[in-house]
T-cell receptor
Framework: DAKTTQPNSMESNEEEPVHLPCNHS???????IHWYRQLPSQGPEYVIH???SNVNNRMASLAIAEDRKSSTLILHRATLRDAAVYYC????????????????FGTGTRLQVTL | EPEVTQTPSHQVTQMGQEVILRCVPI?????FYWYRQILGQKVEFLVS????????KSEIFDDQFSVERPDGSNFTLKIRSTKLEDSAMYFC????????????FGPGTRLTVL
């Protein structure tokens, strides 16, 4: 699996935007970029995914660099409920296991949100 | 909103005992997974299951582990003879179709092996 690199931790003030970076310089053309988060004492939760174009949903935005070697998850207005570990994960849709491909979690970025 | 459920929330067992962890995936999902997370460590993939057979398994998923979909709704993980190092949170996940779709995770079962 292609590797991702994220900062160990970041801090943000409530109601301010947060930009969570991820480097994936060895990404292949068939890798989708996924973001999941894990709130304290809970299972991981899907946030967003993309391939080449920037993506928006109700939770966040995903900005993907033109060369796809990096991406940024953007939380537009962080709240205390957004304090979690955020994982950037690459999934190869034509891997040998194809449609059943697993998620490979790294250590992620621990986001702290303060008042 | 449909969700993945897991029972029990906490299981305590003696070393060497068999445990079965239960999951009810979202009803129209076709792909099922088990992951585990040892306290303070990364979430690790154990096994994926599709069309009533294992699609992929990790090195952790040795002969002591098995999975089953005994009926149309439950998905179980059995550990035949638990070891101290099996103590972890076990998460079940399910997915509707395709590798680039989201996986929905359950709340987890905390397994404590004494």
């Amino acid at each position: 699996d292609a590797k991702t690199t994220q900062p160990n931790s970041m801090e943000s003030n409530e109601e301010e935007p947060v930009h969570l970076p991820c480097n994936h310089s060895t990404i292949s053309g068939t890798d989708y970029i996924h973001w999941y988060r894990q709130l304290p004492s809970q299972g991981p939760e899907y946030v967003i995914h993309g391939l080449t174009s920037n993506v928006n949903n109700r939770m966040a935005s995903l900005a993907i660099a033109e060369d796809r070697k990096s991406s940024t998850l953007i939380l537009h207005r962080a709240t205390l409920r957004d304090a979690a570990v955020y994982y950037c994960i690459l999934r190869d849709v034509i891997s040998p296991t194809g449609t059943a491909s697993k998620l490979t979690f790294g250590t992620g970025t621990r986001l702290q949100v303060t008042l | 909103e449909p969700e993945v459920t897991q029972t029990p929330s906490h299981q305590v067992t003696q070393m060497g005992q068999e445990v079965i962890l239960r999951c009810v995936p979202i009803s129209n999902h076709l792909y099922f997974y088990w992951y585990r997370q040892i306290l303070g460590q990364k979430v690790e993939f154990l096994v994926s299951f599709y069309n009533n057979e294992i699609s992929e398994k990790s090195e952790i998923f040795d002969d002591q582990f098995s999975v089953e979909r005994p009926d149309g709704s439950n998905f179980t993980l059995k550990i035949r003879s638990t070891k101290l190092e099996d103590s972890a949170m076990y998460f079940c996940a399910s997915m509707r179709v395709r590798a680039y779709n989201e996986q929905f995770f359950g709340p987890g079962t905390r397994l404590t092996v004494l």
